[in-house]
Nanobody, 120 residues
Protein backbone atom coordinates (compact mmCIF):
# COMPACT_ATOMS: atom_id res chain seq x y z
CA UNK A 1 0.00 0.00 0.00
CA UNK A 2 1.34 3.39 -1.00
CA UNK A 3 1.73 5.76 1.93
CA UNK A 4 2.80 9.38 1.78
CA UNK A 5 3.14 11.32 5.02
CA UNK A 6 3.86 15.04 4.91
CA UNK A 7 5.36 17.05 7.75
CA UNK A 8 7.08 20.35 8.42
CA UNK A 9 4.23 22.78 7.98
CA UNK A 10 3.36 25.51 10.43
CA UNK A 11 2.85 29.21 11.02
CA UNK A 12 5.56 31.49 9.67
CA UNK A 13 5.91 35.22 9.15
CA UNK A 14 6.15 36.69 5.66
CA UNK A 15 9.70 36.33 4.41
CA UNK A 16 10.27 33.24 6.49
CA UNK A 17 11.14 29.70 5.50
CA UNK A 18 9.89 26.17 6.07
CA UNK A 19 11.19 22.80 4.97
CA UNK A 20 8.44 20.34 4.12
CA UNK A 21 9.11 16.61 4.09
CA UNK A 22 7.21 13.66 2.67
CA UNK A 23 8.02 10.15 3.89
CA UNK A 24 7.10 7.56 1.29
CA UNK A 25 6.54 3.83 1.63
CA UNK A 26 4.84 0.94 -0.12
CA UNK A 27 6.48 1.44 -3.53
CA UNK A 28 9.91 1.79 -5.13
CA UNK A 29 10.41 5.48 -4.39
CA UNK A 30 13.45 5.91 -6.62
CA UNK A 31 11.51 4.77 -9.70
CA UNK A 32 8.82 7.44 -9.67
CA UNK A 33 8.64 11.14 -10.21
CA UNK A 34 7.17 13.08 -7.30
CA UNK A 35 5.32 16.37 -7.01
CA UNK A 36 4.13 18.91 -4.50
CA UNK A 37 0.64 20.31 -4.95
CA UNK A 38 -1.14 22.86 -2.77
CA UNK A 39 -4.66 24.04 -2.08
CA UNK A 40 -5.30 27.48 -0.69
CA UNK A 41 -8.47 28.19 1.30
CA UNK A 42 -11.46 28.33 -1.01
CA UNK A 43 -9.38 27.60 -4.12
CA UNK A 44 -8.58 24.64 -6.31
CA UNK A 45 -5.49 22.50 -6.43
CA UNK A 46 -2.32 24.14 -7.71
CA UNK A 47 0.69 22.16 -8.87
CA UNK A 48 3.79 23.63 -7.20
CA UNK A 49 6.83 21.59 -8.19
CA UNK A 50 7.95 18.22 -9.48
CA UNK A 51 11.09 16.12 -9.63
CA UNK A 52 11.83 13.26 -12.00
CA UNK A 53 13.35 10.00 -10.93
CA UNK A 54 16.64 9.07 -12.54
CA UNK A 55 18.26 12.39 -13.44
CA UNK A 56 16.37 14.30 -10.72
CA UNK A 57 15.43 17.12 -13.06
CA UNK A 58 13.07 19.62 -11.47
CA UNK A 59 10.25 21.95 -12.52
CA UNK A 60 8.35 24.73 -10.77
CA UNK A 61 5.23 26.77 -11.07
CA UNK A 62 5.95 30.39 -11.96
CA UNK A 63 4.42 31.47 -8.65
CA UNK A 64 7.20 29.77 -6.65
CA UNK A 65 10.15 29.76 -9.04
CA UNK A 66 13.27 31.14 -7.39
CA UNK A 67 11.80 30.76 -3.89
CA UNK A 68 11.07 27.04 -3.52
CA UNK A 69 13.42 24.11 -4.06
CA UNK A 70 12.31 20.51 -4.46
CA UNK A 71 14.66 17.64 -3.72
CA UNK A 72 14.60 13.94 -2.95
CA UNK A 73 16.68 11.47 -0.96
CA UNK A 74 16.12 8.06 -2.50
CA UNK A 75 18.11 6.35 0.26
CA UNK A 76 15.64 7.71 2.81
CA UNK A 77 12.53 7.46 0.59
CA UNK A 78 11.86 11.10 1.34
CA UNK A 79 10.79 14.08 -0.73
CA UNK A 80 11.49 17.65 0.38
CA UNK A 81 10.30 21.14 -0.43
CA UNK A 82 12.40 24.02 0.86
CA UNK A 83 10.21 27.10 0.89
CA UNK A 84 11.91 30.50 1.24
CA UNK A 85 10.72 34.10 1.09
CA UNK A 86 7.23 32.96 1.95
CA UNK A 87 4.29 35.21 1.14
CA UNK A 88 0.76 35.28 2.56
CA UNK A 89 -0.47 33.89 -0.77
CA UNK A 90 1.59 30.75 -0.14
CA UNK A 91 -0.82 29.86 2.66
CA UNK A 92 -2.27 26.46 1.76
CA UNK A 93 -2.36 22.79 2.54
CA UNK A 94 0.65 21.23 0.81
CA UNK A 95 0.31 17.70 -0.52
CA UNK A 96 2.94 15.26 -1.64
CA UNK A 97 1.99 13.21 -4.71
CA UNK A 98 3.44 10.13 -6.37
CA UNK A 99 3.38 10.50 -10.13
CA UNK A 100 2.31 7.70 -12.46
CA UNK A 101 5.73 7.32 -14.06
CA UNK A 102 9.36 8.35 -13.81
CA UNK A 103 8.54 11.74 -15.32
CA UNK A 104 6.50 14.47 -13.66
CA UNK A 105 2.89 14.11 -14.65
CA UNK A 106 -0.46 13.05 -13.30
CA UNK A 107 -0.53 11.85 -9.70
CA UNK A 108 -1.55 8.36 -8.69
CA UNK A 109 -1.41 8.76 -4.91
CA UNK A 110 -1.63 11.59 -2.43
CA UNK A 111 -0.72 12.25 1.17
CA UNK A 112 -2.99 13.91 3.71
CA UNK A 113 -1.17 17.21 3.53
CA UNK A 114 0.56 19.64 5.85
CA UNK A 115 -0.75 23.14 6.58
CA UNK A 116 1.43 26.14 5.81
CA UNK A 117 0.21 29.48 7.10
CA UNK A 118 2.08 32.67 6.28
CA UNK A 119 0.93 35.53 8.43
CA UNK A 120 2.28 38.32 10.59
Amino acid sequence: EVQLVESGGGLVQPGGSLRLSCAASGFTFSSYAMSWVRQAPGKGLEWVSGINSGDGSTSYADSVKGRFTISRDNAKNTLYLQTNSLKPEDTAVYYCAKCISSSVGGPSSWGRGTQVTVSS
